[in-house]
Protein backbone atom coordinates (compact mmCIF):
# COMPACT_ATOMS: atom_id res chain seq x y z
CA UNK A 1 0.00 0.00 0.00
CA UNK A 2 2.99 2.12 0.80
CA UNK A 3 3.92 4.87 -1.53
CA UNK A 4 6.97 4.09 -3.76
CA UNK A 5 10.14 3.20 -2.01
CA UNK A 6 11.95 6.57 -2.65
CA UNK A 7 9.09 8.52 -2.14
CA UNK A 8 8.91 10.51 1.25
CA UNK A 9 5.28 11.88 1.79
CA UNK A 10 5.50 14.87 4.59
CA UNK A 11 2.22 15.90 5.90
CA UNK A 12 0.74 19.13 4.57
CA UNK A 13 0.96 21.41 7.32
CA UNK A 14 -1.80 24.55 6.87
CA UNK A 15 -5.17 24.90 5.43
CA UNK A 16 -5.61 27.44 3.20
CA UNK A 17 -5.72 30.82 4.46
CA UNK A 18 -9.40 32.35 5.32
CA UNK A 19 -10.50 35.21 6.88
CA UNK A 20 -13.28 33.86 9.37
CA UNK A 21 -12.97 33.78 13.39
CA UNK A 22 -15.29 31.44 14.83
CA UNK A 23 -17.62 32.18 17.92
CA UNK A 24 -16.08 31.39 21.09
CA UNK A 25 -18.09 27.41 22.09
CA UNK A 26 -18.84 27.54 25.84
CA UNK A 27 -21.80 24.49 25.30
CA UNK A 28 -21.48 20.85 25.96
CA UNK A 29 -18.38 19.04 25.28
CA UNK A 30 -18.21 16.10 22.32
CA UNK A 31 -18.79 13.71 25.25
CA UNK A 32 -21.78 15.11 26.48
CA UNK A 33 -23.57 15.55 22.95
CA UNK A 34 -22.11 12.21 22.24
CA UNK A 35 -23.78 10.39 25.25
CA UNK A 36 -27.06 11.88 24.78
CA UNK A 37 -26.78 11.62 21.34
CA UNK A 38 -26.87 7.59 22.36
CA UNK A 39 -29.41 7.61 24.87
CA UNK A 40 -31.67 9.95 22.72
CA UNK A 41 -31.16 9.78 18.92
CA UNK A 42 -31.46 5.26 18.90
CA UNK A 43 -28.68 2.42 18.17
CA UNK A 44 -28.32 3.66 14.13
CA UNK A 45 -25.23 5.83 14.12
CA UNK A 46 -23.00 5.93 10.96
CA UNK A 47 -20.32 7.74 9.62
CA UNK A 48 -19.23 8.85 13.13
CA UNK A 49 -15.16 9.26 13.83
CA UNK A 50 -13.79 7.05 16.93
CA UNK A 51 -13.30 9.97 18.85
CA UNK A 52 -16.54 11.64 18.46
CA UNK A 53 -16.03 15.19 16.62
CA UNK A 54 -18.23 18.32 17.98
CA UNK A 55 -18.68 20.49 14.69
CA UNK A 56 -20.16 23.87 16.13
CA UNK A 57 -19.80 26.22 13.17
CA UNK A 58 -19.75 26.28 9.09
CA UNK A 59 -18.68 28.80 7.15
CA UNK A 60 -18.63 28.38 3.53
CA UNK A 61 -16.49 24.95 3.04
CA UNK A 62 -14.70 24.91 6.10
CA UNK A 63 -16.01 23.36 9.51
CA UNK A 64 -15.36 24.25 13.02
CA UNK A 65 -15.05 22.41 16.43
CA UNK A 66 -15.72 23.30 19.54
CA UNK A 67 -12.15 23.89 20.02
CA UNK A 68 -12.25 26.19 17.11
CA UNK A 69 -10.47 24.28 14.97
CA UNK A 70 -10.63 24.50 11.39
CA UNK A 71 -11.58 21.74 8.86
CA UNK A 72 -12.30 21.54 5.06
CA UNK A 73 -15.47 20.15 4.58
CA UNK A 74 -15.34 17.61 1.67
CA UNK A 75 -18.80 15.77 2.47
CA UNK A 76 -20.89 18.87 2.43
CA UNK A 77 -23.41 17.63 4.82
CA UNK A 78 -23.90 14.85 2.55
CA UNK A 79 -23.56 16.28 -0.90
CA UNK A 80 -26.32 18.93 0.71
CA UNK A 81 -24.52 22.42 1.07
CA UNK A 82 -24.21 23.42 -2.45
CA UNK A 83 -23.30 27.15 -1.88
CA UNK A 84 -21.05 27.08 1.10
CA UNK A 85 -22.16 26.92 5.05
CA UNK A 86 -24.23 30.23 6.00
CA UNK A 87 -23.40 31.51 2.79
CA UNK A 88 -24.44 35.18 3.47
CA UNK A 89 -26.83 35.71 0.24
CA UNK A 90 -28.75 32.71 1.15
CA UNK A 91 -28.61 33.68 5.09
CA UNK A 92 -30.13 37.32 4.54
CA UNK A 93 -32.63 35.75 2.12
CA UNK A 94 -34.14 33.18 4.81
CA UNK A 95 -33.59 35.76 7.32
CA UNK A 96 -35.83 38.60 5.70
CA UNK A 97 -38.44 35.83 4.56
CA UNK A 98 -38.79 34.44 7.86
CA UNK A 99 -39.53 38.03 9.40
CA UNK A 100 -41.99 38.26 7.31
CA UNK A 101 -43.84 35.14 7.38
CA UNK A 102 -42.09 31.73 8.22
CA UNK A 103 -45.79 28.99 7.32
CA UNK A 104 -49.26 29.78 5.99
CA UNK A 105 -49.46 26.59 4.47
CA UNK A 106 -50.05 26.73 0.06
CA UNK A 107 -53.89 26.92 1.07
CA UNK A 108 -53.02 30.76 0.81
CA UNK A 109 -51.31 32.96 -1.69
CA UNK A 110 -47.91 33.82 -1.31
CA UNK A 111 -45.60 34.58 -3.77
CA UNK A 112 -42.37 33.02 -2.72
CA UNK A 113 -43.63 29.71 -3.59
CA UNK A 114 -44.34 30.64 -7.44
CA UNK A 115 -41.36 32.61 -7.66
CA UNK A 116 -39.42 29.82 -6.97
CA UNK A 117 -41.30 26.97 -8.89
CA UNK A 118 -40.59 29.17 -11.98
CA UNK A 119 -36.92 29.66 -11.20
CA UNK A 120 -36.78 26.35 -10.76
CA UNK A 121 -38.58 25.56 -14.35
CA UNK A 122 -36.92 27.82 -16.54
CA UNK A 123 -34.06 25.81 -15.47
CA UNK A 124 -35.32 22.32 -16.99
CA UNK A 125 -35.02 21.10 -20.36
CA UNK A 126 -37.79 19.93 -22.56
CA UNK A 127 -41.22 20.48 -20.80
CA UNK A 128 -40.69 19.39 -17.28
CA UNK A 129 -42.85 22.67 -16.63
CA UNK A 130 -44.85 21.48 -13.44
CA UNK A 131 -43.52 21.79 -9.38
CA UNK A 132 -44.19 20.02 -6.50
CA UNK A 133 -42.71 20.64 -3.63
CA UNK A 134 -41.49 18.03 -0.31
CA UNK A 135 -39.05 18.16 2.57
CA UNK A 136 -36.74 15.55 1.30
CA UNK A 137 -35.31 13.38 -1.36
CA UNK A 138 -37.53 10.21 -0.10
CA UNK A 139 -40.20 12.08 -0.36
CA UNK A 140 -39.54 13.43 -3.62
CA UNK A 141 -38.64 10.06 -4.69
CA UNK A 142 -42.14 8.40 -3.34
CA UNK A 143 -44.24 10.45 -5.25
CA UNK A 144 -42.27 10.48 -8.44
CA UNK A 145 -43.43 6.75 -7.87
CA UNK A 146 -46.53 7.48 -6.93
CA UNK A 147 -46.84 9.61 -10.17
CA UNK A 148 -45.35 6.71 -12.60
CA UNK A 149 -47.75 4.45 -11.67
CA UNK A 150 -51.08 6.63 -11.91
CA UNK A 151 -49.88 7.74 -15.00
CA UNK A 152 -49.32 4.25 -16.80
CA UNK A 153 -51.80 1.86 -14.23
CA UNK A 154 -48.97 -0.52 -13.73
CA UNK A 155 -47.18 -1.03 -10.22
CA UNK A 156 -43.77 -2.35 -11.60
CA UNK A 157 -40.91 0.22 -11.25
CA UNK A 158 -37.07 -0.67 -12.24
CA UNK A 159 -34.06 0.43 -10.54
CA UNK A 160 -30.17 -0.36 -10.16
CA UNK A 161 -28.71 -2.60 -7.73
CA UNK A 162 -26.55 0.15 -5.37
CA UNK A 163 -28.95 2.53 -5.56
CA UNK A 164 -29.98 4.73 -3.10
CA UNK A 165 -33.36 6.70 -3.26
CA UNK A 166 -34.53 7.10 0.15
CA UNK A 167 -35.22 5.76 3.16
CA UNK A 168 -39.04 6.13 3.34
CA UNK A 169 -40.77 2.69 2.68
CA UNK A 170 -41.14 2.13 -0.62
CA UNK A 171 -38.27 4.22 -1.11
CA UNK A 172 -36.05 1.80 0.77
CA UNK A 173 -38.02 -0.77 -1.93
CA UNK A 174 -36.08 1.40 -4.89
CA UNK A 175 -32.68 1.37 -3.35
CA UNK A 176 -30.43 -1.65 -3.62
CA UNK A 177 -27.75 -1.66 -0.75
CA UNK A 178 -27.74 -4.45 1.72
CA UNK A 179 -26.59 -2.06 4.43
CA UNK A 180 -29.81 -0.38 4.30
CA UNK A 181 -32.07 -3.10 3.70
CA UNK A 182 -34.90 -3.79 6.38
CA UNK A 183 -37.49 -6.78 6.72
CA UNK A 184 -40.47 -4.93 5.43
CA UNK A 185 -42.65 -5.25 2.51
CA UNK A 186 -41.20 -4.17 -0.41
CA UNK A 187 -43.26 -5.12 -3.52
CA UNK A 188 -43.02 -4.67 -7.65
CA UNK A 189 -39.65 -3.17 -7.72
CA UNK A 190 -37.03 -4.94 -10.07
CA UNK A 191 -33.60 -4.24 -9.17
CA UNK A 192 -31.05 -4.82 -12.29
CA UNK A 193 -27.75 -5.12 -12.88
CA UNK A 194 -25.75 -2.21 -12.19
CA UNK A 195 -23.86 -0.83 -15.33
CA UNK A 196 -20.78 0.11 -13.20
CA UNK A 197 -18.12 0.19 -15.38
CA UNK A 198 -15.93 -0.83 -12.74
CA UNK A 199 -17.27 -3.34 -10.86
CA UNK A 200 -19.63 -4.47 -13.03
CA UNK A 201 -20.27 -7.67 -14.67
CA UNK A 202 -20.16 -6.16 -18.01
CA UNK A 203 -17.75 -3.36 -17.59
CA UNK A 204 -18.45 -0.21 -19.94
CA UNK A 205 -20.92 -2.05 -22.27
CA UNK A 206 -24.46 -0.65 -22.37
CA UNK A 207 -26.30 -2.86 -24.35
CA UNK A 208 -25.20 -5.91 -22.49
CA UNK A 209 -26.54 -4.09 -19.51
CA UNK A 210 -29.50 -2.77 -21.51
CA UNK A 211 -30.76 -6.51 -22.24
CA UNK A 212 -30.88 -7.18 -19.04
CA UNK A 213 -33.43 -4.94 -18.28
CA UNK A 214 -35.22 -5.67 -21.59
CA UNK A 215 -35.05 -9.68 -20.00
CA UNK A 216 -36.41 -8.11 -16.61
CA UNK A 217 -39.29 -6.63 -18.41
CA UNK A 218 -39.89 -9.67 -20.70
CA UNK A 219 -40.05 -12.26 -18.07
CA UNK A 220 -40.76 -10.72 -14.60
CA UNK A 221 -43.33 -8.40 -15.79
CA UNK A 222 -46.77 -8.04 -17.47
CA UNK A 223 -44.58 -6.69 -20.19
CA UNK A 224 -45.95 -2.94 -18.86
CA UNK A 225 -43.59 -0.87 -16.36
CA UNK A 226 -44.61 1.89 -14.35
CA UNK A 227 -41.48 3.06 -14.62
CA UNK A 228 -37.45 3.36 -14.05
CA UNK A 229 -35.52 5.22 -11.57
CA UNK A 230 -31.74 5.86 -11.52
CA UNK A 231 -28.82 8.50 -10.18
CA UNK A 232 -26.85 9.62 -12.94
CA UNK A 233 -24.12 9.13 -10.86
CA UNK A 234 -24.47 6.65 -8.43
CA UNK A 235 -24.14 8.64 -4.54
CA UNK A 236 -24.47 6.55 -1.40
CA UNK A 237 -23.59 3.35 -3.47
CA UNK A 238 -19.96 5.22 -4.05
CA UNK A 239 -19.97 7.75 -6.73
CA UNK A 240 -20.40 5.09 -9.84
CA UNK A 241 -20.71 6.67 -13.19
CA UNK A 242 -23.23 4.72 -15.31
CA UNK A 243 -21.71 2.99 -18.80
CA UNK A 244 -21.56 5.80 -21.14
CA UNK A 245 -24.75 5.57 -23.28
CA UNK A 246 -26.33 3.40 -20.83
CA UNK A 247 -29.46 5.79 -20.37
CA UNK A 248 -30.15 6.27 -23.67
CA UNK A 249 -30.91 2.71 -24.10
CA UNK A 250 -32.89 2.33 -21.12
CA UNK A 251 -35.41 5.06 -21.99
CA UNK A 252 -36.01 3.47 -25.38
CA UNK A 253 -37.21 0.30 -23.60
CA UNK A 254 -38.16 1.67 -20.55
CA UNK A 255 -40.41 4.04 -22.97
CA UNK A 256 -41.91 1.16 -24.82
CA UNK A 257 -43.08 -0.66 -22.44
CA UNK A 258 -45.17 1.97 -21.54
CA UNK A 259 -43.45 3.34 -18.68
CA UNK A 260 -41.83 6.71 -17.42
CA UNK A 261 -38.05 7.48 -16.63
CA UNK A 262 -37.39 8.88 -13.39
CA UNK A 263 -33.99 10.49 -13.17
CA UNK A 264 -32.94 11.03 -9.05
CA UNK A 265 -30.68 13.93 -9.04
CA UNK A 266 -30.88 13.93 -5.46
CA UNK A 267 -26.98 14.50 -5.49
CA UNK A 268 -26.12 15.21 -8.91
CA UNK A 269 -28.56 17.96 -9.80
CA UNK A 270 -27.42 21.76 -9.59
CA UNK A 271 -24.22 21.97 -11.47
CA UNK A 272 -22.24 19.48 -9.29
CA UNK A 273 -20.96 17.73 -12.44
CA UNK A 274 -19.63 20.50 -13.67
CA UNK A 275 -20.48 19.31 -17.37
CA UNK A 276 -23.58 20.15 -17.03
CA UNK A 277 -26.48 21.61 -14.62
CA UNK A 278 -28.02 18.09 -14.40
CA UNK A 279 -26.64 14.77 -13.86
CA UNK A 280 -29.16 12.95 -16.65
CA UNK A 281 -27.85 15.73 -19.05
CA UNK A 282 -24.06 13.68 -19.03
CA UNK A 283 -25.80 10.89 -20.62
CA UNK A 284 -28.06 13.01 -23.54
CA UNK A 285 -31.64 12.05 -22.26
CA UNK A 286 -34.33 14.12 -20.78
CA UNK A 287 -36.25 12.53 -18.26
CA UNK A 288 -40.32 12.35 -17.93
CA UNK A 289 -39.97 12.69 -13.81
CA UNK A 290 -37.11 14.52 -12.12
CA UNK A 291 -36.18 14.09 -8.17
CA UNK A 292 -34.06 16.49 -6.39
CA UNK A 293 -33.51 17.58 -3.04
CA UNK A 294 -30.32 18.32 -0.83
CA UNK A 295 -28.39 21.20 -2.89
CA UNK A 296 -31.44 22.59 -3.62
CA UNK A 297 -31.62 24.22 -0.47
CA UNK A 298 -27.99 24.45 0.87
CA UNK A 299 -29.04 22.68 4.28
CA UNK A 300 -33.10 23.54 4.27
CA UNK A 301 -35.36 20.31 4.65
CA UNK A 302 -36.42 21.00 0.82
CA UNK A 303 -37.52 18.48 -2.35
CA UNK A 304 -38.72 18.78 -5.58
CA UNK A 305 -40.39 16.82 -8.45
CA UNK A 306 -40.30 18.52 -11.58
CA UNK A 307 -42.62 16.73 -14.45
CA UNK A 308 -44.53 17.05 -17.85
CA UNK A 309 -48.10 18.85 -17.62
CA UNK A 310 -49.09 15.66 -19.03
CA UNK A 311 -48.29 13.49 -15.89
CA UNK A 312 -48.73 15.73 -13.33
CA UNK A 313 -52.96 16.03 -14.79
CA UNK A 314 -52.97 12.23 -12.77
CA UNK A 315 -52.35 14.17 -9.89
CA UNK A 316 -55.72 15.90 -10.31
CA UNK A 317 -57.47 12.75 -9.49
CA UNK A 318 -56.78 13.59 -5.72
CA UNK A 319 -56.01 16.28 -3.44
CA UNK A 320 -51.86 16.51 -3.42
CA UNK A 321 -50.51 17.74 -0.42
CA UNK A 322 -47.77 18.39 1.86
CA UNK A 323 -47.79 20.75 4.47
CA UNK A 324 -44.37 22.25 4.35
CA UNK A 325 -43.87 21.85 0.84
CA UNK A 326 -43.11 25.07 -0.77
CA UNK A 327 -42.74 26.85 2.95
CA UNK A 328 -42.22 30.31 2.33
CA UNK A 329 -38.80 30.93 3.89
CA UNK A 330 -37.20 27.69 2.10
CA UNK A 331 -38.55 29.20 -1.06
CA UNK A 332 -36.37 32.32 -0.43
CA UNK A 333 -33.79 30.21 0.57
CA UNK A 334 -33.93 27.88 -2.65
CA UNK A 335 -34.46 30.57 -5.12
CA UNK A 336 -31.39 31.93 -3.08
CA UNK A 337 -29.62 28.99 -3.94
CA UNK A 338 -30.49 29.45 -7.65
CA UNK A 339 -29.28 33.50 -7.66
CA UNK A 340 -26.45 32.39 -5.86
CA UNK A 341 -24.94 29.53 -8.08
CA UNK A 342 -25.57 31.60 -11.12
CA UNK A 343 -24.22 34.65 -9.88
CA UNK A 344 -21.20 32.63 -8.51
CA UNK A 345 -20.68 30.34 -11.54
CA UNK A 346 -20.35 27.59 -9.37
CA UNK A 347 -20.71 24.97 -12.54
CA UNK A 348 -18.09 26.38 -13.89
CA UNK A 349 -16.08 26.33 -11.01
CA UNK A 350 -17.08 22.65 -10.44
CA UNK A 351 -15.60 21.75 -13.59
CA UNK A 352 -12.53 23.78 -13.14
CA UNK A 353 -12.08 22.56 -9.60
CA UNK A 354 -13.07 19.09 -10.12
CA UNK A 355 -10.62 18.47 -13.44
CA UNK A 356 -7.92 19.86 -10.70
CA UNK A 357 -8.23 17.26 -8.08
CA UNK A 358 -9.53 14.52 -10.86
CA UNK A 359 -5.89 15.24 -11.97
CA UNK A 360 -4.11 15.10 -8.80
CA UNK A 361 -5.94 11.56 -7.43
CA UNK A 362 -4.77 10.09 -10.59
CA UNK A 363 -1.41 10.97 -10.22
CA UNK A 364 -1.60 9.52 -6.56
CA UNK A 365 -3.34 6.12 -8.25
CA UNK A 366 -0.32 5.59 -9.57
CA UNK A 367 1.70 6.25 -7.01
CA UNK A 368 -0.33 3.83 -4.49
CA UNK A 369 -1.39 0.08 -5.60
CA UNK A 370 -4.26 0.43 -2.55
CA UNK A 371 -6.05 3.09 -5.00
CA UNK A 372 -8.22 1.01 -7.17
CA UNK A 373 -10.40 3.60 -9.06
CA UNK A 374 -10.81 7.24 -9.04
CA UNK A 375 -13.90 8.33 -10.77
CA UNK A 376 -16.20 11.16 -11.25
CA UNK A 377 -17.29 14.60 -12.66
CA UNK A 378 -16.55 17.82 -11.65
CA UNK A 379 -17.13 17.89 -7.61
CA UNK A 380 -18.14 14.63 -7.28
CA UNK A 381 -15.58 12.19 -6.75
CA UNK A 382 -15.27 9.03 -5.44
CA UNK A 383 -11.72 6.92 -4.66
CA UNK A 384 -12.04 2.97 -4.26
CA UNK A 385 -9.54 1.52 -2.16
CA UNK A 386 -8.40 -2.16 -2.81
CA UNK A 387 -6.10 -4.34 -1.34
CA UNK A 388 -5.46 -6.33 -4.97
CA UNK A 389 -6.24 -4.36 -7.84
CA UNK A 390 -6.80 -7.27 -10.08
CA UNK A 391 -9.29 -9.03 -7.70
CA UNK A 392 -10.11 -5.85 -6.36
CA UNK A 393 -10.44 -6.59 -2.69
CA UNK A 394 -12.07 -4.03 -1.18
CA UNK A 395 -9.71 -2.37 1.50
CA UNK A 396 -12.46 -2.05 3.77
CA UNK A 397 -10.06 -1.90 7.45
CA UNK A 398 -7.44 0.30 5.55
CA UNK A 399 -10.14 3.10 4.20
CA UNK A 400 -11.45 3.02 7.76
CA UNK A 401 -7.78 3.78 9.10
CA UNK A 402 -7.16 6.31 6.35
CA UNK A 403 -10.51 8.26 7.07
CA UNK A 404 -9.59 8.72 10.82
CA UNK A 405 -6.15 10.09 9.75
CA UNK A 406 -7.49 12.28 7.31
CA UNK A 407 -9.21 13.85 10.35
CA UNK A 408 -7.14 14.48 12.25
CA UNK A 409 -4.79 16.79 9.49
CA UNK A 410 -7.81 18.59 9.08
CA UNK A 411 -9.99 17.17 5.88
CA UNK A 412 -13.72 15.54 6.06
CA UNK A 413 -14.83 13.31 3.55
CA UNK A 414 -17.36 10.61 3.25
CA UNK A 415 -17.01 7.09 3.20
CA UNK A 416 -19.58 4.63 1.17
CA UNK A 417 -20.17 2.25 -1.32
CA UNK A 418 -20.87 -1.25 -0.68
CA UNK A 419 -18.36 -2.43 0.65
CA UNK A 420 -17.65 0.57 2.42
CA UNK A 421 -14.26 1.44 0.67
CA UNK A 422 -14.72 4.41 -1.02
CA UNK A 423 -14.03 7.83 -0.30
CA UNK A 424 -16.64 10.22 -1.44
CA UNK A 425 -15.75 13.64 -1.81
CA UNK A 426 -18.50 16.02 -2.55
CA UNK A 427 -17.48 19.06 -1.00
CA UNK A 428 -19.62 22.95 -1.03
CA UNK A 429 -18.63 23.99 -4.84
CA UNK A 430 -17.29 27.40 -3.41
CA UNK A 431 -14.24 24.58 -2.45
CA UNK A 432 -10.91 26.11 -4.08
CA UNK A 433 -7.81 24.50 -5.96
CA UNK A 434 -6.07 24.85 -3.07
CA UNK A 435 -8.51 23.07 -0.67
CA UNK A 436 -8.51 20.42 -3.44
CA UNK A 437 -4.22 20.57 -3.07
CA UNK A 438 -4.52 20.41 0.88
CA UNK A 439 -7.18 17.48 0.64
CA UNK A 440 -4.30 15.37 -1.98
CA UNK A 441 -1.69 15.76 0.12
CA UNK A 442 -3.39 14.96 3.41
CA UNK A 443 -4.35 11.34 1.28
CA UNK A 444 -1.41 10.99 0.04
CA UNK A 445 0.61 11.27 3.24
CA UNK A 446 -2.09 9.15 4.92
CA UNK A 447 -2.44 6.45 2.46
CA UNK A 448 2.28 6.32 3.09
CA UNK A 449 1.16 5.48 6.52
CA UNK A 450 -0.31 2.47 6.05
N1 LIG B 1 -31.79 9.99 -3.55
C1 LIG B 1 -30.47 10.06 -3.46
C2 LIG B 1 -29.64 9.91 -4.69
C3 LIG B 1 -29.85 10.28 -2.23
O1 LIG B 1 -28.52 10.33 -2.15
C4 LIG B 1 -30.65 10.44 -1.09
C5 LIG B 1 -30.04 10.67 0.24
O2 LIG B 1 -28.89 10.44 0.47
C6 LIG B 1 -32.05 10.36 -1.23
C7 LIG B 1 -32.58 10.15 -2.48
C8 LIG B 1 -32.93 10.53 -0.04
O3 LIG B 1 -32.90 11.86 0.36
P1 LIG B 1 -33.32 12.27 1.86
O4 LIG B 1 -32.26 11.76 2.77
O5 LIG B 1 -33.39 13.78 1.79
O6 LIG B 1 -34.64 11.66 2.13
Same mark, same amino acid.
Not at 334 to 360: I, N, P
Given at each position: ?15 ? +??? @?? +???? !? ?10 RKTFLGPSLFHYYQKP ?31 ? $??? +? ?50 ? /? ?8 RLYTGSLDMISLRNAY $? ?5 ? &? ?17 ? $? ?6 ? =? ?15 ? $? ?70 ? %? ?14 GAVVTTPEIASVMAQK ?19 ? =??? %? ?5 ? @?? /? ?9 ? =?????? @? ?9 ? &? ?13 ? +? ?11 ? =?? &??? &? ?7 ? !? ?29
Amino acid at each position: AAAAADTVVTPPQQLP +PFD @HK +PAPY !NGPSADEVFAKRKTFLGPSLFHYYQKPLNIVEGKMQYLYDDSGRRYIDAFAGIVTVSCG $HCH +PEILNAITEQSKLLQHATTIYLNHTIGDFAEALASKMPGNLKVVYFVNSGSE /ANELAMMMARLYTGSLDMISLRNAY $HGGSSST &LGLTALNTWKYPIPEGHVH $HVMNPDPY =RGVFGADAASYAKDVQD $HIDYGTSGKVAGFIAETIQGVGGTVELAPGYLKLIYDIVHKAGGVCIADEVQTGFGRTGSHYWGFETQGVIP %DIVTMAKGIGNGLPLGAVVTTPEIASVMAQKIQFNTFGGNPVCSAGGLAVL =RVL %DKEKRQA @HS /AEVGSHLLERL =RVLEQR @HEIIGNVRGRG &LMVGVEMVTDRKDKT +PAKAETAVVFEKL =RE &LGV &LVGKGGIHG !NVFRIKPPMCFTKDDADFLVDALDYSLSKL
